[in-house]
């Protein structure tokens, strides 16, 4: 058994091994908040790209889902960082330098999910159109309509979207790597 508690043993069902394997998971609760934000980004994310080619009879409408689902994002980034500073991780494998890139693209994307929605609120708001989340609760916002800087903050809002497709890219990639070529169990850690 692991130090954190966390430990799932495969069968030959999930590998193809004859021999059970077992796998230092991440606690429960940093699964559950990583693929909740995952979801969650795997909707916001397309919402806000395609926003700009609906017709505007709709487009507030839109809007309004992706901004309430990216508060939400960010609010989950807030408990995944206070949780990842409360629950220990299972121990890092691989390389030092798979490691260096692993910590890095995974501090790089709590980074921008927390900057892409912070910069998203903020630009709204400065835009002149506070949030009322999925159209029910208003939520209160440190800026009023300030058009001199929404622009500026619209630029992070979608700089930090490129940027964390990007990472989300190399992330999925970095999973491929692992599951299909090296057929390692660093996927079970996070399921």
């Not at 609120?121 to 800026?143: D, Y």
């Not at 090296?182 to 079970?188: E, F």
């Amino acid at each position: 058994m692991s130090r954190n508690g966390e430990t799932n043993m495969l069968s030959k069902a999930l590998c193809p091994s004859e021999t059970v394997i077992r796998v230092e998971r991440y606690p429960a609760t940093s699964r559950l908040l990583h693929w909740l934000v995952a979801a969650l980004v795997l909707i916001t994310w397309p919402l806000g790209f395609f926003i700009q080619f609906t017709k505007k009879e709709v487009s507030l409408d839109f809007y309004l889902i992706h901004e309430s689902f990216g508060f939400l994002v960010l609010w989950l980034m807030l408990l995944r960082v206070g949780n990842r500073l409360m629950a220990r991780p299972p121990q890092p494998q691989g390389p030092a330098i798979e490691r260096l890139a692993a910590s890095t693209v995974h501090g790089l994307l709590y980074v921008f999910l927390i900057v892409m929605p912070v910069s998203g609120f903020l630009a709204t708001n400065a835009h002149g159109f506070p949030l009322v989340w999925f159209g029910l609760v208003p939520v209160w916002s440190p800026l009023d309509k300030a058009p001199d800087i929404a622009w500026s903050l619209s630029a992070i809002h979608a700089w930090s979207a490129w940027i964390l497709l990007l990472l989300f890219a190399l992330h999925i990639g970095a999973v491929l790597l692992h599951h299909v070529i090296k057929r390692d169990n660093t996927l079970y850690r996070i399921v």
